[in-house]
């Protein structure tokens, strides 16, 4: 997340889901991929676009429009907050498209829960909880999400969700050694919709690292 310096930098800096929109939008007509369409939905806004018109597709490759376009989105989202996801779906009977997934509004939070190996929790406790991408929040995680499924996640954060019982959940998705569950202050912070989990686990993220007076053991 960026260090923002005064609160007059904050007002004209703090996230925006409308402008990054725009902008992503307009970096998916440099690359030739014009038509694309947004709908919000469950983690955020969508950015989507057919390729069934493009060459490639047919051969389960994706069109150089696409390569072009995921090299001009990680080089925006490795200097902006916004854009989560981006997902290239090919040979499928339903047809052929490219998605990007952007942080839509605030999630509101008082207290949210993290889970984590034992060794992890003294440093966390004395230092906080730094952003990270989500497979360094867990001993193992699902590789669902970058395998075979072909999302690559773009955004680094602090992984939680909001009760104690969901946390316990987690074991579901997770391989824990020795779990513990940490409580976190979620107040000072703020928080968006996590895409990466399912809709029923309520995950959700936040870019800002947590400070370590607000985490503790339960």
């Given at each position: 997340?960026?260090?923002?310096?005064?609160?007059?930098?904050f007002i004209?800096?703090?996230?925006?889901?409308?402008?990054?929109e725009?902008?992503i939008?307009?970096?998916?007509?440099?690359?030739?991929?014009?038509?694309?369409?947004s709908?919000?939905?469950y983690?955020?806004?969508?950015?989507?676009?057919?390729l069934?018109s493009?060459?490639?597709?047919?051969?389960s490759?994706?069109?150089?429009?696409?390569?072009k376009?995921?090299?001009?989105?990680?080089?925006?989202?490795?200097?902006?907050?916004g854009?989560l996801t981006?997902?290239?779906?090919?040979?499928?009977?339903?047809?052929?498209e490219?998605?990007?997934?952007?942080?839509?509004?605030?999630?509101?939070?008082?207290k949210?829960?993290h889970?984590?190996?034992?060794?992890?929790?003294?440093?966390?406790?004395?230092?906080g909880?730094?952003s990270?991408?989500?497979?360094?929040?867990?001993?193992?995680?699902?590789?669902?999400?970058?395998?075979s499924?072909?999302?690559?996640?773009?955004?680094?954060?602090?992984?939680?969700v909001?009760?104690?019982?969901k946390?316990?959940?987690?074991?579901?998705?997770?391989?824990f050694?020795d779990?513990?569950?940490?409580?976190i202050?979620?107040?000072?912070?703020?928080?968006?919709?996590?895409?990466?989990?399912?809709?029923?686990?309520?995950?959700?993220?936040?870019?800002?690292?947590?400070?370590?007076?607000?985490?503790?053991?339960?």
């Amino acid at each position: 997340m960026k260090i923002l310096e005064s609160f007059n930098q904050f007002i004209g800096e703090a996230y925006s889901p409308t402008n990054t929109e725009k902008t992503i939008m307009s970096l998916f007509d440099k690359a030739g991929l014009e038509g694309a369409s947004s709908y919000k939905g469950y983690g955020g806004i969508m950015i989507s676009v057919s390729l069934d018109s493009f060459e490639g597709p047919s051969k389960s490759k994706a069109p150089k429009e696409v390569v072009k376009l995921q090299k001009l989105i990680r080089t925006w989202a490795g200097k902006n907050d916004g854009v989560l996801t981006m997902k290239t779906s090919l040979g499928y009977s339903s047809g052929n498209e490219f998605t990007v997934t952007l942080a839509d509004v605030e999630a509101k939070a008082n207290k949210v829960y993290h889970k984590t190996g034992r060794k992890n929790v003294a440093s966390i406790l004395k230092n906080g909880m730094q952003s990270k991408k989500a497979h360094g929040h867990s001993d193992t995680f699902g590789s669902g999400v970058t395998g075979s499924n072909d999302t690559e996640q773009l955004y680094s954060a602090t992984f939680a969700v909001p009760s104690k019982g969901k946390a316990k959940e987690l074991d579901d998705y997770f391989d824990f050694v020795d779990p513990v569950i940490l409580e976190i202050n979620a107040k000072p912070y703020t928080w968006y919709q996590d895409p990466l989990m399912p809709p029923d686990m309520k995950s959700i993220f936040s870019y800002d690292d947590i400070k370590p007076e607000d985490i503790k053991e339960i």
